[in-house]
C-alpha cells in the first residue's frame, strides 16, 4: 500500500531543533535543582509540582533528543511516551494537592516569589527558542507543549505567592498545583492523541 506522508523525515531543521534541545535540557536540569531546594524549604506544594515538572521535562528532552534523527514511527513512540509521563505527572500533583490539603500550613511566600520568577525567565527563554518548532510532529510538538505548560506553571506560582502573602493561607498554593496538574493531564491527552496519528501515519506509509 503506498501512501503520501504529510509528515516529511527530519533533514536539516534537526541541526537547529537539536540545538534548543540541548539548552532547553540544561536549563530544565537547574531549575530542576533550584526549584527542589527551594520547595522543601518554603513547603510549597506548587513549587514542588514545578520541580518534578521540571525534571520530567528533563527526562523527556534526553528521549526527544535520542530520537530525533530517526523516522517519523519511533517520534511518535517518544512522544506516546511522553505524552503518558505527562499525564501521570498531573494526576500525581492533583494527589498531592489533596494530601496537603489535610494539614493546611502556609508555604513561605517570598521564597515563592523570587524562585517563580527565575524559573519563569528561563522557561520563557525555553519557550522562545522552541516557539519555531511548535507546529512539526508529535514528538516537536510535545516540546512545545512542555515548554508553554511550564511558563504558564511559572506565573500561577507568582500569583499563588502573592495569595499567600495576602491572605496567610495555604489554599492559593494548593489551588495552583491543583491547575497545573489539570493542565498536565489536558497537555498529556492532547500528545497522546496526536502521537496515536503520528504512529499510524507511519505504519500506513510503510505498507
Known amino acids: ?18 540545538r ?7 536549563v530544565n536540569l537547574a531549575m530542576f535543582l533550584l526549584e527542589g531546594i527551594a520547595s522543601i524549604q518554603s ?20 528521549l526527544s533528543l535520542s530520537v530525533l534523527s530517526m523516522g517519523l514511527l519511533w517520534r511518535g ?33 517570598m521564597t515563592m516569589g523570587v524562585v517563580g520568577t527565575m524559573a519563569l525567565v528561563a522557561n520563557v527563554s525555553v519557550a522562545m527558542v522552541l516557539f519555531a518548532h511548535r507546529g512539526g ?13 511550564d511558563a504558564l506553571g511559572n506565573l500561577a506560582v507568582m500569583l499563588a505567592a502573592l495569595g499567600v502573602f495576602g491572605t496567610g493561607s495555604a489554599w492559593p498554593d494548593l489551588l495552583v498545583a491543583a491547575v497545573m496538574g489539570g493542565l498536565a493531564v489536558s497537555s498529556g491527552v492532547s500528545i497522546i492523541g496526536h502521537a496515536r496519528s503520528d504512529i499510524t501515519e507511519a505504519k500506513a506509509c510503510a505498507s
Open 43 to 62: 513547603g510549597s506544594a506548587a513549587l514542588m509540582a514545578d520541580a518534578i515538572d521540571f525534571f520530567g521535562d528533563s527526562a523527556n528532552y534526553v
Open 77 to 109: 513512540r517518544a512522544a506516546l511516551v511522553k505524552g503518558v509521563t505527562m499525564l501521570l505527572f498531573g494526576v500525581a500533583v492533583l494527589a498531592k494537592a489533596a494530601w496537603n490539603l489535610q494539614s493546611g500550613v502556609a508555604p513561605e511566600a
Open 1 to 18: 500500500m503506498s501512501c503520501q506522508c504529510s509528515a516529511p523525515e527530519p533533514k536539516e531543521t534537526d541541526t537547529r531543533f537539536r
Open 137 to 149: 510532529d508529535a514528538n516537536m510538538r510535545s516540546v512545545w507543549l512542555c515548554s508553554r505548560n
Open 20 to 26: 534548543a534541545l540541548w539548552f532547553a535540557l540544561w
